[in-house]
């Protein structure tokens, strides 16, 4: 079985001279050893400039019925930037829509997740983030039928548990100072959000056995 990743920079691939910064598309194949990960994820993109540069297409034309195709994006429809950008429950809908028929037209299951929350405390309170995006993508879903993980919920239930200052280990921070990140996750991050999506794809009885 083949399972796609079609997302941005929070799922995408680094290099060891990244470290600590990795995705969690990069941790994803080890809980699942049955399966084959093709990691599409491209940081900096949206639903909007994914589509436009091409990369849906590209990945239209390698799709096999009964391939698992994960869609994650929100970090960057957001942006101000108009090449990104895309209002929450207009642009951004239109395009989940498109990522869920193209993976349908050649048999694939599409499986939509909604963004891992950023970790921004305030006054000892874990921020919402995202603003619309994540119940968006749960309206489309729901539209479509097609199989949703609420990873925004997930992630934030984790990061709020853990508290503001262990929560850290999660995203990029090193102990030097040279990096504070709210928003990329480290290793740890990395293999955290994708046991969970590891151990959802599993619920949802579209990948066999459990996370190793």
Not at 6 to 24: M, V
Not at 67 to 88: G, M, S, T
Request: glycine share 8%; aromatic share 8%.
């Amino acid at each position: 079985m083949k399972i796609y990743i079609l997302g941005d920079s929070i799922s995408a691939a680094y290099t060891p001279e990244q470290a600590p910064q990795e995705g969690w598309g990069q941790e994803l194949g080890s809980l699942l050893p049955e399966t084959e990960i093709i990691n599409k994820a491209a940081g900096g993109r949206s639903t909007k400039s994914y589509i436009s540069e091409g990369r849906l297409a590209e990945v239209e034309k390698i799709l096999e019925a009964g391939d698992i195709v994960l869609v994650q994006f929100a970090h960057n429809d957001w942006n101000p930037i108009k090449w990104r950008y895309c209002e929450a429950d207009i642009g951004y809908k239109d395009n989940l829509r498109i990522f869920v028929d193209t993976a349908r037209q050649y048999g694939a299951v599409p499986v939509l997740l909604s963004p891992i929350c950023m970790r921004i405390w305030q006054d000892g309170q874990l921020q919402p983030t995202h603003s619309d995006y994540p119940k968006a993508m749960r309206q489309v879903a729901s539209e479509k039928g097609a199989a949703f993980i609420d990873m925004y919920k997930l992630s934030y239930d984790e990061v709020e548990t853990l508290g503001e200052e262990n929560s850290k280990r999660l995203y990029l921070y090193t102990p030097d100072g040279s990096k504070r990140d709210d928003a990329h996750t480290s290793i740890e991050g990395a293999k955290l959000f994708a046991r969970i999506i590891a151990d959802e794809l599993i619920k949802l009885g579209l990948v066999k056995g459990g996370a190793q």
